[in-house]
């Protein structure tokens, strides 16, 4: 028996199994879910073609009878959304939320066995559902020991993945792999992976609240099962009553840069819990940061200290002649002498060291227009962090401090918590613990008005739409990993992370390295391995609503036609399109300025960088209004630029264009291009 329901859904019955199928508005995309063998299962097609083979679903409890085997489909529900919605800030200001959805209701016959629903949502840019758990008899304390669901990957021989390993000792911060797919081990997520027919995928998860992070554990060939990271019990989720799970997410296009041109992840999200965010200000900082890691000053107290009241006042100085927003100081509080890795039981968040004087520093900040942007490294030990929390924001906030980045400095799985018992515990970064630490402070900082940038965080999956104030995070290799990363960042880094990690959400990069020479040239020293105008160019390749100019001002003061780029570009943006590019190879993006302070809103901007391979890229110019003309003001790789040598080789040109032209992008060896189409 099949029962219509317009392209939506499709029902099949027979004494044996019943099947449901969901399709994409566009109808590229089908999910059937089935309870054939009495087994809740998915697959997934793409424009017919398999992409996800029959996957299992359900899970294992300590005590309760596991949802896998003897459960059939009870009841479905279904709806379709066609809206949009705004961000206070973002990528786009509008974000269209077009998709299909079926909930599934799996039950036992038997009494007392369970119940669950599974929630699928079908958008023409990917799939993501959940699990409901309903309040229950036998449930009322849950302990989660496996995640059943699987990922089967339909020809995985022949499919190409780029991937990080998983509850390693450092956390997110590894460079990429390209292997087959069948080579992929235990891996984070965003997973991204290519299949032989040249359909793009990503696997990930969306609105993780209050549950273990998932990584992809390969265990038959091409087969992942969701591998939830445990409490240092072994336990991997703890619930009471009724619950849900984190979406998981399945991105599919038929280009790379169909996958970076999507909004699954932030549509999975519930929206704004905050209320008025207008105290959320995008923008771009400098600071106190760099030095620290080419070893010209120091973290700690000492005849080096960076964090002293002259150097944050030269700093403030430099912020409000270029028109930056913040000045962000690292080692100003007591804590950080010795060792400071593994100094958390010692960090003091409210007591500045003798050379740093808050108080006369926020005042002077204020007649520049420049705000201090604070730090917390808790070096893993977040109960120290948590006990002083509320006293830290409390001061930040007297302090006319808006953001704050925090530090989670600790090797995985050593993050540092002291139970109920007084006994200290050790727990992974993303596991259900941390994710809860997390989102707690974040909630906190909301009450005093500050934003948050997490570094060694937990993955991004979307949480800014609900929380406007988590402002960006790190989650990747960032750019210090080129003042003493063995080795450092590779050329192919950037257009790597464009379709695996950012695919999650904004990255504080820290880009706009102007001194590539500081350990010297060539490839075998630590330095950026990138030309100056990749540096320029990853302002808006690598998105995120606060950019640093990471670099010494001395670096800028001595450039200042490149610097003039960092200047002029915004962090806020109406709208976003990745143009072209491949994985790991290059990547092209556009962007349109959001209407926000000194931006009119009328000028875009484009980036574009690439790896080891020089490339000569054609780009049409289609994006930008019709009938208007723009002065694009260029900034490319010179002739003889190439960045082993001569990373400096820059060529800034003007040209009056329209949307009718075209222009010729010719990127040097780990080279890039920086425009900005300014409105005549």
Do not use: C
């Not at 998860?205 to 390969?218: I, S």
Request: zero cysteines.
């Amino acid at each position: 028996m099949r029962i219509p329901a317009l392209v939506l859904l499709a029902f099949a019955s027979n004494s044996y199994a019943q099947t449901v199928e969901l399709k994409s508005p566009d109808t590229q995309i089908t999910v059937i879910i089935s309870d054939e063998n009495t087994t809740p299962s998915y697959s997934i097609e793409f424009k017919n073609n398999p992409v996800i083979n029959k996957s299992l679903l359900g899970f294992e409890f300590k005590t309760q009878a596991a949802f896998s085997d003897g459960f059939k489909i009870k009841d479905i529900k279904q709806q379709s959304v066609d809206s949009q919605w705004q961000q206070p800030w973002g990528e786009r200001q509008t974000v269209t939320d077009k998709h299909n959805e079926v909930a599934v209701t799996f039950t036992k016959k038997e009494s007392n066995s369970g119940t669950y629903t599974i929630r699928f949502r079908a958008f023409n840019s990917g799939v993501g559902f959940r699990y409901e758990v309903p309040k229950q008899a036998g449930f009322e304390q849950t302990y989660i020991t496996k995640e059943l669901t699987e990922f089967a990957i339909n020809d995985s021989q022949n499919a190409k993945a780029w991937w990080i390993p998983a509850r390693g000792w450092n956390r997110y911060e590894y460079v990429y792999n390209t292997t087959a797919l069948n080579e992929a081990a235990l891996a984070h997520t965003p997973f991204t992976f290519k299949t032989n027919d040249g359909t793009h995928v990503s696997i990930h998860e969306a609105a993780l609240v209050d549950y273990a992070g998932m990584v992809l554990n390969q265990r038959r060939p091409g087969t992942f099962t969701a591998d939830l990271t445990p409490w240092s019990d072994g336990i991997a989720v703890k619930k009471q009553g009724a619950f849900n799970t984190p979406w998981r997410t399945i991105q599919i296009a038929d280009s790379a840069v169909g996958l970076v041109n999507s909004d699954i992840i932030l549509n999975l999200n519930e929206p704004n819990k905050l209320g008025d965010v207008s105290w959320v200000k995008p923008g771009k900082y400098v600071g106190i940061w760099w030095g620290m890691h080419i070893n010209t000053q120091t973290w700690g107290s000492g005849k080096k200290h960076g964090a002293t009241t002259q150097t944050t006042k030269y700093y403030m100085d430099f912020a409000a002649e270029y028109g930056f927003d913040g000045v962000l100081v690292e080692g100003w509080n007591e804590g950080w002498d010795g060792d400071w890795y593994f100094n958390g039981d010692v960090f003091n968040f409210t007591k500045p060291y003798d050379d740093f004087d808050i108080k006369a520093l926020t005042q002077y900040g204020k007649q520049k227009s420049v705000q201090l942007i604070g730090h917390h490294e808790t070096s893993g030990n977040v109960s120290n962090y948590h006990d002083q929390m509320e006293d830290a924001f409390a001061l930040y906030e007297k302090s006319n401090v808006s953001q704050v980045k925090t530090g989670y400095v600790a090797d995985g799985g050593n993050i540092k918590r002291i139970d109920k018992n007084g006994i200290a515990r050790h727990e992974w970064h993303d596991g259900q613990f941390m994710v809860n630490e997390y989102l707690y402070n974040v909630k906190l900082a909301a009450k005093h008005k500050i934003s948050i940038n997490t570094h060694e965080p937990i993955k991004d999956t979307g949480l800014r739409r609900t929380y406007p104030n988590w402002i960006a995070r790190e989650g990747a290799r960032g750019q210090e990993y080129n003042a003493w990363g063995s080795p450092p960042n590779p050329p192919e880094h950037v257009p790597m992370l464009a379709f695996t990690r950012m695919l999650s959400g904004p990255m504080d990069f820290t880009p706009g390295i102007f001194d590539m020479s500081f350990s010297g040239l060539g490839d075998d020293t630590n330095r950026p391995q990138t030309t100056l105008a990749k540096q320029l160019a990853l302002y808006v390749v690598l998105y995120s609503p606060i950019q640093m100019a990471a670099d010494l001002p001395k670096n800028y003061l001595a450039k200042p036609d490149a610097f003039q780029f960092i200047q002029d570009v915004p962090t806020d943006w109406q709208q976003s399109i990745a143009l072209d590019g491949e994985v790991g190879d290059f990547i092209v993006f556009a962007r349109k300025e959001r209407k926000r302070d000194k931006y009119t809103g009328n000028d875009w901007y484009l980036g574009a960088v690439t790896d080891e391979k020089a490339r000569t890229i054609e780009v049409k110019l289609d994006f930008l209004e019709q009938g208007k003309k723009f002065e694009a003001q260029i900034y490319q790789d010179g002739k003889n630029a190439e960045w082993k040598n001569n990373p400096y080789d820059l060529n800034i040109e003007k040209r009056v264009v329209t949307t009718n032209d075209k222009l010729t992008l010719k990127l040097a060896t780990s080279g890039g291009t920086a425009i900005r189409f300014k409105a005549l």
